[in-house]
Nanobody, 125 residues
Framework: QVQLVESGGGLVQAGASLRLSCAAS????????MGWFRQAPGKEREFVAR????????TYADSVKGRFTISRDNAKNTAYLQINSLKPEDTAIYYC??????????????????WGQGTQVTVSS
């Protein structure tokens, strides 16, 4: 079965950087879009970024443009989220996700079928 495992979160000060990783297994990685989402306490899960199968197309939420970079290494079956200039409002659990359908480029959480367990990012001011 499909498994997604995130890592790389932590407790950092404002202005710091983190790189989150999402290791995928259970199917051919290179034909599926990968997405990153986050959920802060008391808030709904929100879209952060997505990347097309070959990495050519990337989309970001307005709130993270210019600070977050999504990437993938299909040879390693891994997606990444580089987070720079962290702010306290970036504090959340970060999830990677993938759709069931190949070559499908969704952005809403309900359009994704597989989810990792999440990695906590906490930013202190």
């Amino acid at each position: 079965q499909v498994q997604l495992v995130e890592s790389g979160g932590g407790l950092v000060q404002a202005g710091a950087s983190l790189r989150l990783s999402c290791a995928a297994s259970g199917r051919t990685f290179s034909i599926y879009v990968m997405g990153w989402f986050r959920q802060a306490p008391g808030k709904e899960r929100e879209f952060v970024a997505r990347i097309s199968e070959n990495g050519s197309f990337k989309t970001y939420a307005d709130s993270v443009k210019g600070r977050f970079t999504i990437s993938r290494d299909n040879a390693k079956n891994t997606a990444y989220l580089q987070i720079n200039s962290l702010k306290p409002e970036d504090t959340a659990i970060y999830y990677c996700a993938a759709p069931r359908t190949p070559y499908y480029y969704p952005s809403r959480p309900d359009q994704y079928d597989y989810w990792g367990q999440g990695t906590q990012v906490t930013v202190s001011s």
